[in-house]
């Protein structure tokens, strides 16, 4: 059964840091390397939106234009486990992020449509002075 657990979240001042982390489990193979894994977040009151993503064997990385050059996504195919790497923070990153994955599909990107097929159960990041 596939698990993703999210973690990291927290406060943090404007233009400060934080890394999120997302441990896989339950992945056929014990590998990520078929799937897509993305980091996606709510804000209160707004739709959900996708920040970054990974596809195939950890390729294909992808960033929202709200967050490109400040956010990083990144995978240790040892512990399975994917990081989110947030750096000059802002309040308008806050938000519950969460990690979600769907099976590889050749010819998709990992951001079409933002659609995967399983969650964690959310992490929560404030950006406030």
């Known amino acids: 059964q596939v698990q993703l657990v999210e973690s990291g979240g927290g406060l943090v001042q404007p233009g400060g840091s934080l890394r999120l982390s997302c441990a896989a489990s339950?992945?056929?193979?014990?590998?990520?390397?078929?799937?897509?894994i993305g980091w996606l977040r709510q804000a209160p009151g707004k739709e959900r939106e996708g920040v970054s993503c990974?596809?195939?064997?950890?390729?294909?990385?992808r960033y929202a234009d709200s967050v490109k050059g400040r956010f990083a996504i990144s995978r240790d195919n040892a512990k399975n486990t994917v990081y989110l790497q947030m750096n000059s923070l802002k309040p308008e990153d806050t938000a519950v992020y969460y990690c979600?994955?769907?099976?590889?599909?050749?010819?998709?990107?990992?951001?079409?449509?933002?659609?995967?097929?399983?969650w964690g159960q959310g992490t929560q990041v404030t950006v406030s002075s």
């Open positions: 979600a994955a769907r099976r590889f599909k050749l010819g998709r990107l990992c951001t079409s449509g933002w659609s995967y097929d399983y």
């Open positions: 339950g992945f056929p193979g014990n590998t990520l390397d078929y799937y897509d």
């Open positions: 990974m596809g195939y064997g950890g390729g294909s990385t």
